[in-house]
């Protein structure tokens, strides 16, 4: 939907003029290559998309926030002065959720009517949860700016913050912060390297002359929740108290060079967990790599690390499955193709391909074909542009 669209329905379902109505948006996110990096203190190489969660709202004079979506049927009601009781709802929780953190960290919570509009898929890998919180945050931050005379701009980086404790705290879900961190800083036609021990991060510019980004979605629903994320992590943190006993020093995976660890692997008596922590030291020297390709314009040497990155997270991290791992082995038999990998969690969601820009409609054309044949049912296919992170849309 256009704004002006969703403004319309906002109208439809609560009254009332556009005069007062107030737009926030922020992105979904591809992750180019760093995955399950982030919860181990390491390297990630992500970028905002173009596709968003948009916010229309409107404040009230009272204690209520209602919720309605452009493409759901529910509508949801949120006491503010009881947001403990929201966590069992079908749709409704993220928002819920980034709420109760806002009220914790000593925001002054506004009643408002909103409607969400989302054109990132939901389930597919590309933070639309994210998005969700990070607009929800700026909106919530924005009204209590207002409502307390504050005139300094929202501090997106908090905003990221709040979005991920809304997800570990409300929704039960062990995430790092690579995904609400793109979504609330990202700029239109970089990526951000970012470091997520300490948050420091650098933006770098993606010219890729001749290619496309090409996201395939497996349209396999998959709830973080309730899939192996978490147990992931738990593996990981085994990993690195195993390896403390010799590197005490040492607070994190991501803080342990490929040498380091090579000469204390054998500390780790669990072979899977092993596997585990082999892929998140050496993915993180990946990120770096791709981050000097692409300074340097060597698209090939991104597609290759791009490409080993996902045999690591099949092999090493055991988290692609048949779908995700044929869309990949599809997209890599597609001439003009450079590299290719899941982004995201995995168990479902999607791939990323650096595809040729005359090829992309092969591309989709081939890559659906062998899907749908060995699956069963369709992949979906986006081209989707690198855009801004978290804003209010002031000019519509």
Known sequence: MTVQECKQQFI???GGSMDDLRVFASPGRVNLIGEHTDYNGGFVFPAALSMRTTIVARKRTDNVVRLAATDLPDRVTLDLSDLSQYKDLKWGDYQAGVLD????AGYTLVGCDLLYDDTTPHGGGLSSSAAIEVATALLAATFSHEANGITEPVDMVEMAKIGQKAENNYVGVNCGIMDQFASAMGKENHAIFLDCKDLSYQLVPIQMAGYKLVIANTNKKRGLADSKYNERRAECEKGLAQLQTALPDKSCLGVISAEEFEANRHLISDETVCKRVTHVIYEDERVKASVRALTDGDLAEF?????????????LYEVTGVELDTLQEAAMQVEGVLGSRMTGAGFGGCTVSLVAEDRVEQFIRECGKTYEEKIGYSASFYVSEIGDGGREICDM
Request: aromatic content about 4%; cysteine-free.
């Open 303 to 315: 597609g290759r690390l791009m490409t080993q990155s996902h045999a690591s997270l099949r092999d």
């Open 101 to 104: 953190e806002m009220a914790k």
């Open 12 to 14: 439809e379902i609560y």
